[in-house]
C-alpha cells in the first residue's frame, strides 16, 4: 500500500514552515513515522564550495551522497532545468517505511492537502476551485457555517494533528485505531 501522502497548501507568508515544525512532533509522539518534502520556487543549494561533496557535483559526478552516522543526503542535478512534479519527487521515497509524507507546496497538483489561510494577507481561498483541499486552517476569527469542508484553527496544531490521525485513520480503511495519540 502506498504511503499516505498530505499536503499543506498556501501562499507565501501564510506560515506554512512554522506550522509543519509543530505539528510533526506531535505526530512523532503518536507514534508515526513522517517524512517531508518541500517545494522551493528558488534555486537552493545544501552544498557549500569547497567541500568535498560540493567539488566531487561541480566535476561533474551526479548524484553525489553525503553520510555518516547520523544522516545522508543525496544531492542529483536535473539535467535539463524544469519544475519538478509530486509524483517524480514521491518516487523517491518509495520503499522508505513511512507512515505519512507531509507535502509543502506543490498547490497546484491535485492530492489531499490542507490550505492554510490567514485573512489579513489579502489573499483569496484556493479551496473553492480545488477539490482535493480536504480541510481550511485558518485564523479568521469569523466563523462561517457553509464551508463544505472542515474548518481547523491555524494556531492550534494539536487540533490540526488529531485532524490528520482522523484522515489517516479514514484511509486506511481499518476498523482498529490508527495509532494512540499521546499529548
Same mark, same amino acid.
Not at 476551485?129 to 494556531?155: G, H, V
Given at each position: ?119 489579513? &494577507?489579502?489573499? !483569496?481561498? +484556493?479551496?473553492?476551485? $480545488?477539490?482535493?483541499? /480536504? %480541510?481550511?486552517?485558518?485564523? #479568521? ?5 457553509? &464551508?463544505?469542508? !472542515?474548518? +481547523?484553527?491555524?494556531? $492550534?496544531?494539536?487540533? /490540526? %494533528?488529531?485532524?490528520?490521525? #482522523? ?10 485505531? +490508527? ?5
Amino acid at each position: 500500500m502506498a504511503t499516505p501522502v498530505l499536503g499543506f497548501a498556501a501562499f507565501s507568508g501564510t506560515g506554512k514552515t512554522t506550522l509543519l515544525k509543530r505539528l510533526i512532533p506531535l505526530l512523532k509522539r503518536a507514534g508515526l513515522r513522517v517524512g517531508a518534502i518541500k517545494h522551493s520556487h528558488h534555486s537552493f543549494d545544501i552544498d557549500h564550495p569547497g567541500k568535498d561533496s560540493f567539488e566531487l557535483r561541480a566535476a561533474g559526478a551526479s548524484p553525489v551522497m553525503i553520510t555518516s552516522s547520523k544522516r545522508r543526503a543525496v544531492i542529483t542535478e536535473r539535467e535539463t532545468p524544469r519544475e519538478p512534479s509530486l509524483a517524480e519527487e514521491l518516487a523517491l521515497l518509495e520503499d522508505s517505511g513511512l507512515d505519512l509524507i507531509l507535502v509543502e507546496g506543490f498547490k497546484h497538483e491535485r492530492y489531499p492537502k490542507i490550505e492554510l489561510h490567514r485573512p489579513a &494577507l489579502g489573499k !483569496p481561498l +484556493l479551496f473553492p476551485e $480545488d477539490d482535493s483541499i /480536504i %480541510a481550511l486552517a485558518t485564523d #479568521d476569527p469569523q466563523p462561517s457555517d457553509s &464551508l463544505a469542508i !472542515p474548518r +481547523l484553527d491555524l494556531n $492550534d496544531p494539536r487540533q /490540526i %494533528a488529531d485532524f490528520i490521525l #482522523d484522515w489517516l485513520h479514514a484511509c486506511s480503511g481499518s476498523n482498529q485505531p +490508527l495509532r494512540p495519540y499521546i499529548p
